[in-house]
């Protein structure tokens, strides 16, 4: 049995980019990650401790998303590491970071990095 645990369209406000000018005026961020996790003792035993905690999943991404960096990827491999750390038991994932209004010219709506561990 695969089991997984997911969160969607988690909307950030933060300071990510390459050019100095997208660190310091910020964008919007959309965020999904679905991680998987054997949780079937939980679907028996009703236990939180017996499962992957999303309101814990959701504060690693806020921190992490807090940490202005150049490249979207740098902010997903700390994303992932710390699901890692405090969640030993995941064996995987998928991880989008979006950024909403990329500085791009033309007619776009994001840019996203997509990470599948």
Same mark, same amino acid.
């Given at each position: ?5 997911e *969160? #969607?369209?988690? $909307? ?7 050019? /100095?000018?997208? #660190? ?9 990650? &679905? ?16 499962? *992957? ?9 806020? #921190? /992490? ?6 490249? *979207? /990827?740098?902010?997903?491999? $700390?994303?992932? #590491?710390?699901?890692?750390? /405090?969640?030993? *038991? ?10 909403? &209004? ?7 709506e ?8």
């Amino acid at each position: 049995m695969n089991t997984f645990v997911e *969160l #969607r369209k988690i $909307r950030f406000y933060a300071y990510h980019g390459v050019a /100095e000018q997208e #660190r310091c005026v910020g964008n919007d961020y959309e965020i999904y990650v &679905k991680v998987k996790y054997p949780f079937k003792d939980a679907m028996e035993t009703d236990n939180l401790d017996a499962t *992957l905690n999303y309101a814990q999943l959701y504060e690693i991404i806020c #921190r /992490e998303m807090k940490i202005p960096s150049h490249l *979207l /990827e740098h902010v997903a491999g $700390r994303i992932i #590491r710390a699901i890692q750390t /405090e969640f030993p *038991l995941s064996e995987g994932g998928i991880l989008s970071i979006s950024k909403q &209004k990329p500085p791009i010219s033309g007619d776009i709506e994001g840019a996203s990095v997509i990470v599948e561990w």
